[in-house]
């Protein structure tokens, strides 16, 4: 079974520059995650899909990012314009069943750094 | 207050130490629990469900104690593969549940 996959996996871009990630989650898993995971802390969630409707994004910060689910499978989370604090992993996740941990699967990240 | 607590570490223990990592939540709605591990950039991948009664496998223990909003983590017989940083989540109910992750306690093995 294919795992979550996400691109790119590196990303560098100056302050004030935009940036956007893709995820592709497991075949048939309805919920889409994403996290933000800066250094030394743990995954924080940004917004949380259920198929392509929004479940939670109360800790995204939407005057710079956003992100979409169209067609209820694959994601794209944006930054505009992004500032150095959001330098950090940017982890996506899926699950069959919604908020139901044992069968969350993380993709491998986008380590994005921002100068 | 951060909702799960944990100490950051590092644990430098030798190989074949017995080492326990403790997590505290504060939320009483709080109902699943779970230990995930995280190797040095990679992304985390669960270890173990968590439940009151306890549960094993095999150099791995863990317990909750809901009284005191307390989870904790034993490994005995550590060894070198065991190094990473060890993730306390817990499941917040609501209108839908919610995952919530503690920052992370790192262990280093060490020969």
């Known amino acids: 079974e294919a795992g979550v996959a996400q691109s790119p996996r590196y990303k560098i871009i100056e302050k004030r520059q935009s940036v956007a990630f893709w995820c592709n989650p497991i075949?048939?898993?309805?919920?889409l995650y994403w996290y933000q995971q800066i250094l030394g802390q743990g995954p924080k969630l940004l917004i949380q899909f259920q198929n392509n409707g929004v479940v939670d994004d109360s800790q995204l910060p939407k005057d710079r990012f956003s992100a979409e689910r169209l067609k209820g499978v694959d994601s794209t989370l944006k930054i505009q314009p992004a500032k150095l604090e959001d330098s950090a992993v940017y982890l996506c996740a899926s699950s069959q069943r919604q908020g139901i941990s044992r069968w969350l699967y993380f993709g491998p990240g986008t380590r994005l750094t921002v100068t | 207050r951060k909702e799960v607590e944990q100490d950051p570490g590092p644990f430098n223990v030798p190989e074949g130490a017995t080492v326990a990592f403790n997590c505290t939540y504060s939320?009483?709605?709080?109902?699943?629990f779970f230990w995930y591990r995280q190797d040095c950039r990679k992304e985390p991948k669960l270890l173990m469900s968590?439940?009151?009664s306890g549960n094993e496998d095999g150099r791995f223990t863990a317990q909750l104690n809901r009284a005191s909003q307390y989870i904790s983590l034993l490994i005995r017989d550590s060894k070198l593969s065991d190094s990473a940083t060890y993730l306390c989540?817990?499941?917040?109910?609501?209108?839908?549940?919610?995952?919530?992750f503690g920052a992370g306690t790192r262990l280093a093995v060490h020969p």
């Open positions: 939320n009483s709605a709080s109902q699943s």
């Open positions: 075949s048939g898993h309805a919920t």
């Open positions: 968590v439940y009151s």
């Open positions: 989540v817990v499941i917040v109910s609501g209108g839908y549940n919610k995952l919530i």
